[in-house]
T-cell receptor, first 115, second 112 residues
Framework: AQSVTQLGSHVSVSEGALVLLRCNYSSSVPPYLFWYVQYPNQGLQLLLK??????LVKGINGFEAEFKKSETSFHLTKPSAHMSDAAEYFCAVSDSGGGADGLTFGKGTHLIIQP | DAGITQSPRHKVTETGTPVTLRCHQTENHRYMYWYRQDPGHGLRLIHYSYGVKDTDKGEVSDGYSVSRSKTEDFLLTLESATSSQTSVYFC???????????FGNGTRLTVT
């Protein structure tokens, strides 16, 4: 069974500072990996995804993530935080076995931006 | 996103009453999902559907049933609501296996 661990339920950074949100996964097969963002009282929006190919993936709003198989990690970064980045972020995994049984999500990281 | 409408957006109900939540999509996506979101648990899959009348259980399916009689509609039913089912429920759709999911805006359900 696959699983996702997000380190830190809350992360606080200053505006303009580097954002780093950590995600480690467990999967018995090559994974498909996703990052989602959730703003208050809204659904989840896709930030970026990794399926195959290039391990550095660029997403919307200046975010990017790097798939590191040896570390089973898919950390999310952004060089310079903006106040509008304050939200809940979820990492998710799907095995590549062809099943359609949805994604497995981490418990989320609440990103706080300090002015 | 992806033309997904959840109804109602908010509902308060009493323990023991039946409740049905509706998800309607306009994108003709094959796969549909129901998740619940709870603090400290992230999102957990309740049930999913891979076609009309084709459904299966997810991680936390006890106390829930689903139906999909049309491509565009996916219903989640709580036969007899309990306080532990107080949660925010999200519907999601997907175009294929391992595709990104598109989410509705959620239904906040409170069981008193």
């Amino acid at each position: 069974a696959q699983s996702v661990t997000q380190l830190g339920s809350h992360v606080s950074v200053s505006e303009g500072a580097l954002v780093l949100l950590r995600c480690n996964y467990s999967s018995s097969v090559p994974p498909y990996l996703f990052w989602y963002v959730q703003y208050p009282n809204q659904g989840l929006q896709l930030l970026l995804k990794y399926t195959t190919g290039a391990t550095l993936v660029k997403g919307i709003n200046g975010f990017e993530a790097e798939f590191k198989k040896s570390e089973t990690s898919f950390h999310l970064t952004k060089p310079s935080a903006h106040m509008s980045d304050a939200a809940e972020y979820f990492c998710a995994v799907s095995d590549s076995g062809g099943g359609a049984d949805g994604l497995t999500f981490g418990k989320g990281t609440h990103l706080i931006i300090q002015p | 996103d992806a033309g997904i409408t959840q109804s109602p957006r908010h509902k308060v109900t009493e323990t023991g009453t039946p409740v049905t939540l509706r998800c309607h999509q306009t994108e003709n996506h094959r796969y549909m999902y129901w998740y619940r979101q709870d603090p400290g648990h992230g999102l957990r899959l309740i049930h999913y559907s891979y076609g009309v009348k084709d459904t299966d259980k997810g991680e936390v399916s006890d106390g829930y049933s689903v139906s999909r009689s049309k491509t565009e509609d996916f219903l989640l039913t709580l036969e007899s609501a309990t306080s532990s089912q107080t949660s925010v429920y999200f519907c999601a759709t997907g175009t294929g296996a391992n595709s990104p999911l598109h989410f509705g805006n959620g239904t906040r359900l409170t069981v008193t």
